[in-house]
């Protein structure tokens, strides 16, 4: 298909522009903004839709403030950095709010809220590899297509420097040793945010089991099936110093692994972890399910039960736990449905699919004082808060979050009382 000329009529949810093609077919259009003609590359044509890329701004809306080429990795990284920042906040609120009303579900009034910087500000990096004949190249996925590109120094402008100065330390180790990208996963790169000397921990997947050793101080290497998504772990091979890292949140040190789940930008979960606070202060019994490290339960005081099913997380959580009289149950939030009890506050931050339709079943049925759910993805939390109003509890509060600014996820809380 040649390239189409299309109207822009809004942002959705994956951070596309939507339009409509002359058939009557919707198309989501990378690199456009609401209210923009363009000229579109068609990428994916199916029968109910297609996918693209904007090659051309015809008629440019006055929020946008850049335009990104194809090979541009900010279109990979940040495809919001074409909109100005307040623009970006209004687009998450209107996608937001669309994603609730189609569940039925009316929120009360809410803007999106956001604090620290909007680049600098993530902890966390996952990098593929390329090879040619220069060496190795860390590489992203171009969006609208099946191809990667290879990243130069410093890789992305969303990372803290150390991150980068650490990838690049790994990259000359790799080429030094001329190991093969055929041979490479990906790597994960993580950093502490609040010390002046922030230490970096790397985790490298790989596709066999006799890896050569590298040098670099705290770094695990993992086969991993090749069979299996990049950065699952198989077996571990061999380990340089500690990959441990560490963070204060509202005031209180919690210790992370490189692989634990641990939000990526802290001056804006504080945010989140504030209004925990506050709309469970008082509670008797609160249970943090899902719980990864602590990061929920712990910093915001007055846990009884951290439920988390894996086992390094839940060691870290009871050595976060420290003192306090916390119960660290190791298992899946379906598995301990008996901690939901009709006394109880209930935290949920569960992954992108969210509540288990057996949670879900077990909080109808004992109906819980309060649940308190944050999520990282607002379609599948207005499922579950559809079903949840049905069983009779109304919304209390409601917040939503730019976690990640220049992108296009957006994370939500939302407090929910029984009618």
């Known amino acids: ?70 090979e541009d990795i900010e279109l990979s990284t940040q495809p919001l950095k074409i909109v100005s920042y307040e623009a970006e906040l209004s687009a998450k609120r209107s996608i937001v709010k669309e994603i609730f009303e189609r569940e039925s579900v009316i929120l009360p009034e809410f803007e999106v809220q956001s604090a620290g910087p909007v680049d600098r500000y993530r902890n966390k990096v996952e990098f593929s590899f390329w090879g040619d004949e220069a060496g190795l190249h860390f590489a992203h996925y171009l969006r609208a297509t099946h191809r990667k590109i290879f990243l130069e120094f410093p890789y992305n402008d969303l990372i803290y420097q150390n991150m980068s100065d650490q990838a690049q330390a790994l990259l000359q180790e790799l080429n030094d040793q001329k190991i093969r990208a055929s041979s490479l996963k990906s790597v994960i790169i993580r950093s502490e945010t609040a010390s002046k000397n922030p230490k970096v921990a790397l985790a490298l997947f790989v596709k066999t089991k006799t890896f050569p050793k590298l040098k670099l101080d705290n770094l695990v290497v993992y086969y991993s099936d090749p069979k299996s998504p990049a950065s699952i772990t198989t077996e571990k091979i061999y380990q340089n110093g500690s990959t441990i890292l560490s963070d204060p949140l509202m005031g209180r040190a919690l210790s992370y692994d490189v692989l634990s789940f641990f939000q990526v930008n802290l001056p804006i979960f504080e945010l ?55 119960e660290v149950v190791e298992a899946s939030t379906e598995k301990a449905l008996h901690y939901i009890t009709k006394g109880a506050v209930i935290i949920v931050d569960p992954p992108r699919s969210g509540l288990h339709k057996d949670v879900v079943a077990k909080i109808i049925k004992e109906k819980p004082a309060q649940i308190v759910y944050l999520s990282c993805n607002p379609a599948t939390q207005a499922r579950d808060v559809r079903l949840l109003v049905d069983g009779d509890y109304k919304i209390q509060n409601f917040d939503a979050y730019n976690f990640f600014p220049r992108t296009p996820h957006i994370e939500t809380l939302i407090s929910l009382t029984l009618s």
């Open 1 to 70: 298909m040649n390239d189409i000329v299309v109207n822009i009529e809004k942002l959705v949810h994956g951070g596309q522009g939507l339009g409509t093609l002359p058939d009557g077919r919707k198309i989501f259009v990378w690199n456009a903004l609401p209210g923009e003609e363009v000229e579109v590359e068609v990428s994916k044509s199916k029968k109910t839709h297609a996918v693209g890329f904007a090659t051309k701004i015809i008629k440019p809306s006055p929020d946008r403030i850049s335009e990104l080429g194809r």
């Open 272 to 326: 989140a972890l504030k209004r925990i606070d506050h709309l469970t202060s008082g509670s008797t019994i609160k249970v943090d399910m899902y719980s990864g490290v602590g990061s929920i339960g712990i910093p915001t005081g007055g846990t009884k039960v951290l439920v988390e099913l894996d086992p390094v997380n839940a060691k870290m959580a009871r050595e976060n736990a420290g003192e306090q009289p916390i």
